[in-house]
């Protein structure tokens, strides 16, 4: 079986309080403006190394048929890769006008991101990560990557050095990702997930509102989004696997939207060129799973539906129950299982423990072969 895997993950994991201390000895204090991006510290990927092969072999010992480095040498799930390429800087002190929030409203802002020359792809410390993944797990290394089509929602609408030049911006944007990509499947990636927010978001009302005071149309963007995908992955090799993640947001337990996947799921599930997708579904947020209606032949959807935003592991019973629910709108066969997100999509992580983080894995696991037989 070619991924997404029956018991799948997303691909961060929380950071063990050894590597955060060793961040911090070693690039110093981690405030909102530093310790972004590759680093020169030998001390530090020692630090790295090790506890990337221990939580390669916890992934292995639960039985995960594709494992990832929890995203150990990265403050953030997605601008380590962006800042180390030209043209982006980011303002990291909350000034962005998407929030965070959790259930007693607004916490936080997000990182504000600017382009403020041409966008031009340099080597990524993503693709050297992954090096030492894939030389360090007998399993399928999974690595996973922002979509381009989050980065720019993240501009907020403003697309600073190009100004209203749309296309120039998308081209530079799609050239950087497709070197991006050449240089992963060079280095031997043959399962890589695009992380994104953005469509999920405009199952928000707010955040179709937000677009349209870009003077956007949050629709026709949808439509775009899945052309430039699909523009970003053309002509990979055919044993090269992409999935595409969905959710409202994950940092710290907090969330910035909410809505189910009716208004996106056909250009979603039908125009988007990925083998699966990672989709958000542990809480009312997402709401139900009527829109699955839509997922073609050939395609695979793993359920978000064990949370990795709280330390409640959920019982068997319960996901048997709501995988049962999904199969009335979409094939069993074609249905998978994982966590809705990461758990460590920021350097500090969720609020659970590494007990209770191995302990859902592995429920994943167990009811994976409940439902679908084997590992």
Known sequence: ???????????????????????????GPQTPTSAI???????LRQVEDECIREIVAMQEAIGLQAVTDGEFRRRSWWLELILG????????????????????????????????APIRWRPSSVVRAFEF????????????????????????????????????FWADLVAAYRQELKALVDAGARYIQLDDTS???????????????????????????AQKINETLAGLPADVTIALHQCRGNREGNWA?????????????????????FLEYDTARAGGFEPLRYLPKGKRVALGLVSS??????????????????????????????????????????PLGEAEQRAKLAR????????????
């Open 309 to 350: 935003k709280s330390p409640r592991v959920e019982s068997a019973d319960e996901l048997l129950g709501r995988i049962d629910q999904a199969a009335k709108a979409a094939p069993l066969e074609q249905l998978a299982l994982s966590p809705q997100c990461g758990f460590a999509s920021s350097i500090k992580g969720n």
């Open 364 to 375: 994943i696991v167990e009811v994976a072969h409940k439902v679908w037989g084997g590992t």
């Open 85 to 116: 390429w030209e043209g982006f800087e980011a303002d990291r002190t909350g000034a962005a006008k998407l929030k965070w929030r959790n259930e007693s409203g607004v916490t936080q802002g997000f990182s504000d991101l600017n382009i403020t």
């Open 133 to 168: 993944l894939k030389a360090n797990t007998r399993s399928l290394p999974k690595v996973t990557m922002p979509a381009p089509n989050c980065v720019h929602y993240y501009t907020g609408g403003k697309l600073g050095f190009y100004g209203k030049d749309r296309d120039r």
């Open 37 to 43: 991006g590759p680093h020169d510290s030998v001390e």
């Open 1 to 27: 079986m070619r991924p997404p895997f029956r018991a799948d993950q997303v691909g961060s994991l929380l950071r063990p309080e050894r590597l955060k201390q060793a961040r911090e000895k070693y690039l």
């Open 199 to 225: 469509i999920a978001f405009i199952c928000d009302p707010q955040h179709r509102e937000y677009v349209r005071s870009w003077g956007e149309d949050p629709m026709q963007l949808l439509e775009t989004y």
């Open 257 to 277: 939207a909410e809505g189910g996947y009716d208004p996106v799921a056909e250009v979603l599930l039908n125009r988007i060129n990925v083998a699966g997708y």
